[in-house]
């Protein structure tokens, strides 16, 4: 199984953050009441299931006296990653004629007020 990067920097911010929770001796429990974090957050970080919000990781780097970015390798890519741009478009069952249309993505200002322009404009 190939990892992608995204996978290699969260396994690795795993890595270093659970390295530094036992270096402390603390239990995730604890390192979670001293973050002011829930203790199933900190469970899925170690576990590398997921990254933590930039408020997550800045309060978590406090605690352990470390940096955002010593904490978590390539943090500002990882950050830019962390939002994956989505499009979708269904067919509506039973309304002829209509789609459902689901987007997220970076666009330019005036690009994302027309769109949002055309969509006021059909309802």
Known sequence: MELNNREM???EFAKRLY???LERGWSQSEFA???GLNRDAISTYVRAKSFPSPQALKAMAGVLNMTPEQLMP???EAAADKV???LEIKELPGA???MWLKLN????KAV???IFMLAQESR
């Open 9 to 11: 920097v969260k396994a």
């Open 19 to 21: 390295q530094a929770i």
């Open 33 to 35: 009441r001293h973050c």
């Open 74 to 76: 390539n943090y500002y």
């Open 84 to 86: 994956e741009p989505i």
């Open 96 to 98: 002829e004629g209509y």
């Open 105 to 108: 993505m970076r666009l330019p």
């Open 112 to 114: 994302a007020m027309k």
